[in-house]
C-alpha cells in the first residue's frame, strides 16, 4: 500500500497530513507511529487526518507519535488551513475546523495566493480541575503545590481541550526535560496523562516555554502548551488579560491572547515542507 502524504510544521511541530476527504485511512494509530519515526519513517510528531465534517467546513484528527489521538492541536489546525486553502479545496479565509475538543474557527492571512499565518479562536480555556482532568482539590488549580520525585512544584492547571500543566521556572535552557518531563506526564494526578510546559518570565509581553508532550516527548513547539502557558501567566498575575503576548518557543514565536471573557486566541505560522508518497 502507498500513502500520500504532505509534511507540514507550525513553527517546528510537524506532522503528517493526509487528504481523507474521499476516502478515511485505515489504522491510523499504527500509521502515525510507522510514520512519526524519524529512523525509519518520514519523522514528525505525528499524523494528521484531513477529514469531511457535517458540522464544520473540515474535520481534523490527530494522533501522537505513539499512536494515541489527540484532542486538539494548535499547530497542527493552522497547518489544516493552509492545506484547505493553498491546494483549492475552499476559496473562504474564514474557515472551521471541527476537533476532538470542539469546532474551532480560523482566519487566514494571505499572501501571494497562500496562506501564511493564521488566527485561530481556540474557544475558552478550562480551568475546573475535573475537566482538565486533574486528581487535586478545589474549583481552580492555580499556582498548586505538587510532589514530583521528591521535589515540589508549583503547577497551574488548564484544559485547551486537551490537559496542560504549566510551570514556572528560572531557566528553561538548562532544564533535563527528557528526565522530568515524563515524571508529570505519568503523575498519577492526571488520569489521562498531562502535556507539561516549563515556562521562563521574561516581561509581561514576552515568556519562554519548553514542553514535553503526552504521547510525543519534546517537541519544538506546542500552540495548546503556549494558550496555556498564557493563561496561567495571566491567572498568576504575571501577564495582562486582552493583551497579545509573545511566546517564545525553540521553533519560533507565537502570540497568544488571553480574554477577560476567557476566550483564548493564538495566531502564528504554517510552513509546507515537501509532498511525498511512502510504500507502507
Request: charged share 20%; net charge negative; with cysteine.
Amino acid at each position: 500500500m502507498q500513502l500520500s502524504f504532505t509534511k507540514m510544521h507550525g513553527i517546528g511541530n510537524d506532522y503528517i497530513y493526509v487528504n481523507c476527504l474521499d476516502k478515511p485511512l485505515q489504522n491510523p494509530e499504527q500509521i502515525s507511529q510507522l510514520v512519526s519515526d524519524r529512523h525509519f519513517g518520514i519523522g514528525s510528531d505525528g499524523l494528521v487526518l484531513i477529514c469531511p465534517s457535517q458540522i464544520a467546513d473540515f474535520r481534523m484528527r490527530m494522533f501522537n507519535a505513539d499512536g494515541s489521538e489527540g484532542n486538539m492541536c494548535g499547530n497542527a489546525i493552522r497547518c489544516v488551513g493552509k492545506y484547505v486553502y493553498d491546494r483549492g479545496l475552499t476559496n473562504k479565509t474564514a474557515i472551521t475546523i471541527e476537533t476532538k475538543s470542539g469546532v474551532k474557527s480560523l482566519k487566514l492571512d494571505i499572501e501571494n495566493g497562500k496562506v501564511q499565518t493564521a488566527m485561530v479562536n481556540m474557544g475558552k480555556a478550562i480551568l475546573n480541575p475535573k475537566e482538565i482532568p486533574v486528581d487535586l482539590p478545589g474549583e481552580t488549580c492555580i499556582d498548586t503545590p505538587l510532589l514530583v520525585n521528591g521535589e515540589e512544584y508549583a503547577v497551574t492547571c488548564v484544559s485547551m481541550g486537551n490537559p496542560h500543566a504549566v510551570v514556572f521556572v528560572e531557566d528553561t535552557d538548562s532544564l533535563e526535560l527528557a528526565k522530568i518531563g515524563p515524571q508529570f506526564e505519568f503523575h498519577s494526578v492526571f488520569p489521562d496523562r498531562v502535556n507539561t510546559e516549563f515556562v521562563q518570565f521574561i516581561d509581561e509581553k514576552n515568556i519562554k516555554m519548553r514542553v514535553w508532550e503526552r504521547g510525543s516527548g519534546e517537541t519544538f513547539a506546542c500552540g495548546t502548551g503556549a494558550c496555556a502557558s498564557v493563561v496561567a501567566c495571566v491567572l498568576n498575575h504575571k501577564c495582562p488579560y486582552n493583551t497579545e503576548i509573545t511566546v517564545h518557543l525553540r521553533g519560533g514565536d507565537l502570540f497568544i491572547t488571553y480574554r477577560k471573557d476567557g476566550t483564548v486566541l493564538m495566531r502564528g505560522s504554517a510552513t509546507h515542507v515537501f509532498d511525498g508518497v511512502i510504500d507502507l
